[in-house]
Nanobody, 115 residues
Framework: QVQLVESGGGLVEAGGSLRLSCAAS????????MGWYRQAPGKQRELVAR???????NYADSTKGRFTISRDNAKNTVFLQMNSLNSEDTAVYYC?????????WGQGTQVTVSS
């Protein structure tokens, strides 16, 4: 059974930092592409960052230069380091796995940036 469990969300002041973690289980993490998405109230879910099995990365324009995605295959975990946070980063952040032609999602973790 595939499980993705996010942690690390919370309330932070504008300009601050947070590090999200996503612990994965139930599939071969090392060959999966992993991603972070977010959904703000009244908006569609959008890509934040992705990392391939070979650790190639891509970012949304709004997060490039501020956010860093990384993975630890030994711990089956993907991270999202978020710096210089602003109010527009407030959203529920979801971990996503692409594996064996299927997509899997975590339950999400709330990030709230106060201005």
């Amino acid at each position: 059974q595939v499980q993705l469990v996010e942690s690390g969300g919370g309330l932070v002041e504008a300009g601050g930092s947070l590090r999200l973690s996503c612990a994965a289980s139930g599939f071969m993490f090392s060959i999966a592409s992993m991603g972070w998405y977010r959904q703000a109230p009244g908006k569609q879910r959008e890509l934040v960052a992705r990392i391939t099995r070979g650790s190639s990365t891509n970012y949304a324009d709004s997060t490039k230069g501020r956010f860093t995605i990384s993975r630890d295959n030994a711990k089956n975990t993907v991270f999202l380091q978020m710096n210089s946070l602003n109010s527009e980063d407030t959203a529920v952040y979801y971990c996503q796995a692409s594996y064996s032609s299927r997509e899997y999602w975590g339950q999400g973790t709330q990030v709230t940036v106060s201005s």
